[in-house]
């Protein structure tokens, strides 16, 4: 079945370090690539989206580039800020669009 | 985007009772999903919800367990019946504001349960 591995746990950075995200997937045919980030406290918020090879989806300073190629849609984000410590999740979404399957998520603490 | 309420946002309750927790959107949506989350894990979804049809199950969810109504187009509900300290988790409703695929989902708030 299809799956979303994260392999990052834990990021620990500080302030204006950049951060990088590893999100890698595996599904058959052709599915969406999503960033979401939970705060402490609340439900995920979608971040941003691509569906083919090579679109890059940003928001808020982050940015992922889909490559089919190494089924990857890794995270990055130039300069972080404190506010940006949440735990970020990669997720794939079906083409039916009835599904997301997410990864295990990965805890961003970035110190001031 | 779409903007959705839960409720209760947390709930104690003994095993072996039931209880339901209720989602609201702000507009109209067709599609209405229910996941759960244990604590410091991923988000695993439970069920999908379609006005006026009986929900689709993931594995390892059953509609016994966990039956789900979806009478109209901004609400749905999620009983846990026969609840057990195994389903102490938080549980978000979300959904998508487009009938079609690759659309984003938005998430409500989370209902956090503890059951003793």
């Known amino acids: 079945g299809d799956s979303v591995t994260q392999t990052e746990g834990q990021v620990a950075l500080s302030e204006e370090d950049f951060l990088t995200i590893h999100c890698n997937y595996s599904?058959?045919?052709?599915?969406?690539l999503f960033w979401y980030v939970q705060y402490p406290g609340e439900g995920p918020q979608f971040l941003f989206r691509?569906?083919?090879?090579?679109e890059k989806g940003s928001s808020r300073g982050f940015e992922a580039t889909y490559d089919k190629g190494t089924t990857s849609f890794h995270l990055r984000k130039a300069s972080v800020q404190e506010s940006d410590s949440a735990v970020y999740y990669c997720a794939l979404g079906n083409s039916a669009g009835n599904k997301l399957t997410f990864g295990i998520g990965t805890r961003v603490l970035v110190r001031p | 985007s779409v903007l959705l309420y839960q409720k209760p946002n947390r709930d104690i309750c003994q095993s072996g009772t039931s209880l339901k927790i209720q989602c609201v959107a702000d507009?109209?949506?067709?599609?209405m999903f229910w996941y759960q989350q244990f604590q410091e894990q991923s988000l695993m979804l439970m069920a999908t919800?379609?006005?006026?049809?009986?929900?689709?199950?993931e594995s390892g969810f059953t509609k016994d367990k966990f039956p789900i109504s979806r009478p109209n187009l901004t609400f749905s509900t999620l009983t846990v019946n026969n609840a057990r300290p195994g389903d102490s988790s938080i549980y978000f409703c979300s959904s998508r504001v487009s009938g079609t695929g690759y659309a984003e989902q938005f998430f409500g708030p989370g209902t956090r349960l503890t059951v003793l």
């Open positions: 599904a058959s045919g052709y599915p969406a």
């Open positions: 691509a569906s083919r090879d090579k």
């Open positions: 507009s109209q949506v067709v599609s």
């Open positions: 919800a379609n006005e006026g049809s009986e929900a689709t199950y």
